[in-house]
């Protein structure tokens, strides 16, 4: 079973409300964390965290999720629909 970590979002205006992310997606390639190093970061086991999910606007976000290589991180609007990837 794959390691899915959640990060619930509260940004006000926003139509992103949760970031998740499949750790065992992730390959370390590290642009999501070009594209908004204020909301990714790479953790000790070089996989990435979510260390502040309401940081970036929703298409920065979006950019960053369509970035991943791999497709290891899932956006889901407010209504629990997921938005990315479909
Ligand atoms: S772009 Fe994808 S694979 Fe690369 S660090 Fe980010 S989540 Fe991991």
């Known amino acids: 079973m794959s390691e899915k970590r959640e990060y619930p979002r509260t940004k006000e205006g926003s139509a992103i409300s949760k970031i998740v992310i ?36 929703d298409a920065t976000l979006m950019a960053a999720a369509e970035s991943c290589p791999t497709k290891a991180i899932l956006l889901f609007d407010t209504t629990g629909k997921q938005v990315f990837p479909v």
């Open 22 to 57: 499949d750790r065992d997606l992730c390959i370390s390639a590290i642009s999501c964390i070009a594209v908004s190093d204020a909301t990714f970061q790479l953790d000790e086991e070089s996989k990435v965290v979510a260390i502040d999910p309401n940081a970036a606007d």
